[in-house]
């Protein structure tokens, strides 16, 4: 079965609001998580990642939240723009070498101008 | 830009013919996966390598899939007799295997008609 679910396939955000996207994973035993963002075409890039140890993290206009207890993980974008319309999937995984990750099936965000 | 090289970008075959595509990881990265993304979106983990070595993998790729990353030579996955349902976008990933952080190739979209 799916292990990490991305409940909303879209989300539409005016520019300059915060976007949100949640994700929510099923292994106990998880503890790194991260956010990729796909264009059209391209292949998914990295955007940020946290472990276990911390339950939030912040990168620029991005914050990683990390809720252990309810198995829950989300990005915010702050001051959203229209060239951050992709698409979002989170990731999830065991520390560890050559661990795998296990993919949400991806949020498309449209910022409109 | 992604260093991981897969080819060919686009790959059309008939049911039951043999589909093979390559990745070179990013140098220096000893840890391949390949991954499945369906026209449902998901991503499917198929297989993983430390070196020539499988980590893990899945039924369906004990199967009808073969793959192999041997020393100084493309990884390649191959599918021994396609099916319509192999219809997907393949995409390899790298990384340095410390952690779980990934970098993706573009990926081969095959097409079984």
């Known amino acids: 079965g799916q292990q990490v679910k991305q409940s909303s396939p879209s989300l539409t955000v005016q520019e300059g609001g915060i976007s949100i996207l949640n994700c929510d994973y099923e292994?106990?035993?998880?503890?790194?998580f991260a956010w990729y963002k796909k264009y059209p075409d391209n292949s998914p890039t990295l955007l940020i990642s946290v472990r276990s140890n911390v339950d939030k993290r912040e990168d620029g206009r991005l914050t990683v939240f990390l809720n252990k207890s309810g198995k829950h993980f989300s990005l915010h974008i702050t001051a959203s723009q229209p060239e951050d319309t992709a698409v979002y999937l989170c990731?999830?995984?065991?520390?560890?070498?050559?661990?795998?990750?296990?993919f949400g099936k991806g949020a498309k965000l449209t910022v409109s101008p | 830009n992604s260093k991981v090289i897969q080819t060919p970008r686009y790959l059309v075959k008939g049911q039951g013919q043999k589909a093979k595509m390559r990745c070179i990881p990013e140098k220096g990265h000893p840890v391949v996966f390949w991954y499945q993304q369906n026209k449902n979106n998901e991503f499917k983990f198929l297989i993983n390598f430390q070196n020539q070595e499988v980590l893990q993998q899945i039924d369906m790729t004990e199967k009808r899939f073969s793959a192999e990353c041997p020393s100084n030579s493309p990884c390649s996955l191959e599918i021994q007799s396609s099916e319509a349902g192999d219809s997907a976008l393949y995409l390899c990933a790298s990384s340095l295997g410390k952690n779980t952080e990934v970098f993706f190739g573009k990926g081969t979209r095959l097409t079984v008609v």
């Open positions: 990731a999830a995984g065991q520390q560890g070498t050559g661990s795998k990750l296990s």
């Open positions: 292994n106990d035993m998880f503890d790194y």
